[in-house]
């Protein structure tokens, strides 16, 4: 059983920063490709990053590219969102993901264990 748990989430002003970190139990964390995934209120659950587990590659949303940065650390078993220039639009739960599938990094369904979430509000 894998855990998944984020933290770092909160409460800032449009152009702030934010720095969301995602802590995974198990040994075999940088074996699999890890993705943060964001939910607004009303609306579906979005991709937003998502890492290689070597941490060499990475995929961005549209949206956050430029803005957000995505990096892991194995031997702590961490992975990282940074969070720049945030706007009201990025207001959301973000969670963290393992990827298992070999397809579609931007599909939940590709994705086998889950964080709780971690609130992100930005005021304007």
């Known amino acids: 059983q894998v855990q998944l748990v984020e933290s770092g989430g909160g409460l800032v002003q449009a152009g702030g920063s934010l720095r969301l970190s995602c802590a995974a139990s198990?040994?075999?964390?940088?074996?699999?490709?890890m993705g943060w995934f964001r939910q607004a209120p009303g609306q579906e659950r979005e991709f937003v990053v998502s890492?290689?587990?070597?941490?060499?590659?990475?995929y961005y949303a549209d949206s956050v590219k430029g803005r957000f940065t995505i990096s892991r650390d194995n031997a702590k078993n961490t992975v990282y969102l940074q969070m720049n220039s945030l706007k009201p639009e990025d207001t959301a739960v973000y969670y963290c993901?393992?990827?298992?599938?070999?397809?579609?990094?931007?599909?939940?369904?590709?994705?086998?264990?889950w964080g709780q979430g971690t609130q992100v509000t930005v005021s304007s």
């Open positions: 890492i290689s587990g070597s941490g060499r590659t990475t």
């Open positions: 993901a393992r990827k298992t599938g070999v397809a579609g990094i931007r599909l939940p369904s590709e994705y086998d264990y």
């Open positions: 198990g040994r075999t964390f940088s074996m699999y490709a």
